[in-house]
């Protein structure tokens, strides 16, 4: 069955640095788009960053700059390399395989000093 276990969270002070990492298992992993969302609180889920099965990827204007998605075909696994954290930035991250339509457990994010 598909799986999808996110991993990397934790908090982290403003500035500061995390990669979060999404192993996937029970699908062709390499002939899909990989998507990094993420909820906060009173919030409707966003889309962060987008990778496809080619390597092109996307980012949403509040990340361009400072989050970097890339994914290891080898290891079926999608990172998404998270640099000068903001506050805003807290919420809870989730994984998400496009060609299944399948959502990871999600892994909390928390920027505070």
């Known amino acids: 069955q598909v799986q999808l276990v996110e991993s990397g969270g934790g908090l982290v002070q403003p500035g500061g640095s995390l990669r979060l990492s999404c192993a996937a298992s029970?699908?062709?992993?390499?002939?899909?788009?990989m998507m990094w969302y993420r909820q906060a609180p009173g919030q409707e889920r966003a889309l962060v960053a987008r990778?496809?099965?080619?390597?092109?990827?996307n980012y949403a204007d509040s990340v361009k700059g400072r989050f970097t998605i890339s994914r290891d075909n080898a290891k079926n696994t999608v990172y998404l390399q998270m640099n000068n954290l903001k506050p805003e930035d807290t919420a809870v991250y989730y994984c998400?395989?496009?060609?299944?339509?399948?959502w990871g457990q999600g892994t909390q994010v928390t920027v505070s000093s």
């Open positions: 998400y395989a496009y060609t299944q339509e399948y």
């Open positions: 990778i496809s099965s080619y390597r092109t990827t």
């Open positions: 029970g699908f062709t992993f390499s002939r899909s788009s």
